[in-house]
């Protein structure tokens, strides 16, 4: 008998290989190590939304409280110099010249409020919430990166190097594990479904294209989706789900901000990404073990080739 490969699902008999069991007894084990380590990861994104909310919604508000104190000053500082301009007198040029030096510190005036709405503004486009601190926590350990909010400190630029320095190994752990899990639960799908056709020598292969089709179908659900919000059309939402899933993250386009005074839901984006990291691994896992197999396939048919060759001039020689 043939020696079965790591994924035999069944024997010729029909009975389960002992390797099967024993894999069976493997995913059983890998399943426990990933919920402790999803517990883990969702607990260290809950973290560092919390963290992070605390230490820049400080920092802003502090830039806007001084702001504040600013315009108030200079407010006080124009009505001094008001106050020192002398008495119009009854002449047109006294008036002209009193109305010009008006005139001037009041522009002035206008020039710093100006300066100052636009600092505001620049803080307050910042605005933290802890939906906006959780979707900035998974664009750090997914490496998706948007860009559309950043830390505004020494100490937050830090604590963003440490947060990601332990959270991308804690996510690409688990995606690794989850797409191994969903891969072997695809064939196990397959195999129960159409039986031995999507097999050979008892091995589960799912082909390069069913593969390709599980991602394209994600990233249109994905855009069907985001396109309900109301805030994109269909091909920007599409275009949105593909930089997301592919972490370029170039931060044109982000779900969740705010769009007509209302907050979006920044909590479902983090699902669809981190599903959606998950899917994507499990499709390069069954393309990985397809692109082996063809791999394979090939070897044995050109080592075929050659042993026919070398047999036929073996024998025209004698």
């Known amino acids: 008998m043939p020696a079965l490969h790591q994924d035999t699902l069944f024997t010729v008999d029909g009975s389960k290989p002992r390797g099967s069991v024993l894999r069976q007894k493997g995913t059983i084990k890998l399943i426990v190590i990933l919920s402790g380590l999803l517990f883990a990861m969702w607990g260290y994104l809950l973290f560092g939304a919390t963290l992070f909310l605390l230490?820049?919604?400080?920092?802003?508000?502090?830039?806007?409280?001084?702001?504040?104190?600013?315009?108030?000053?200079?407010?006080?500082?124009?009505?001094?110099?008001?106050?020192?301009?002398?008495?119009?007198?009854?002449?047109?040029i006294s008036c002209t010249l009193n109305r010009n030096a008006i005139q001037i510190e009041i522009q002035n005036y206008e020039d710093f409020l100006f300066g100052m709405m636009k600092k505001i503004g620049k803080a307050s486009q910042k605005h933290w919430t802890y939906d906006s601190s959780?979707?900035?926590a998974a664009s750090l350990i997914t490496t998706v990166g948007y860009g559309h909010i950043y830390p505004a400190t020494n100490f937050g630029r830090l604590l963003t190097i440490a947060y990601s320095c332990v959270g991308i190994p804690l996510f690409l752990v688990c995606i690794a594990i989850l797409g191994t899990i969903m891969a072997r639960g695809f064939k196990a799908a397959a195999v129960h479904l159409f039986g031995s056709s999507v097999t050979e020598s008892g091995v589960a292969y799912i082909p390069l294209k069913v593969s390709a089709s599980v991602m394209i179908i994600y990233l249109l659900i994905g855009a069907f989706l985001f396109q309900q919000g109301g805030k994109w059309g269909f091909f920007e939402s599409f275009y949105f789900c593909f930089i997301t899933l592919s972490t370029i993250g170039l931060g044109d386009y982000v779900y969740g901000e705010k769009n007509g005074g209302k907050d979006a839901n920044f909590v479902f984006n983090v699902f669809y990404i981190l599903f959606g990291l998950s899917v994507l691994s499990m499709c390069f896992n069954l393309m990985q073990e397809q692109v082996t197999y063809l791999l394979h396939q090939l070897i044995v048919f050109m080592k075929e080739k050659v042993e026919r060759i070398v047999f036929c001039l073996t024998n025209r020689s004698k």
């Not at 919604?57 to 000053?73: G, M, Q, R």
């Not at 407010?75 to 047109?92: A, F, M």
């Open 55 to 92: 230490v820049e919604t400080y920092v802003a508000a502090e830039k806007i409280n001084t702001s504040v104190v600013e315009i108030h000053l200079e407010r006080q500082n124009l009505l001094d110099k008001l106050e020192k301009i002398p008495p119009i007198n009854v002449t047109n």
């Open 134 to 136: 959780l979707l900035f």
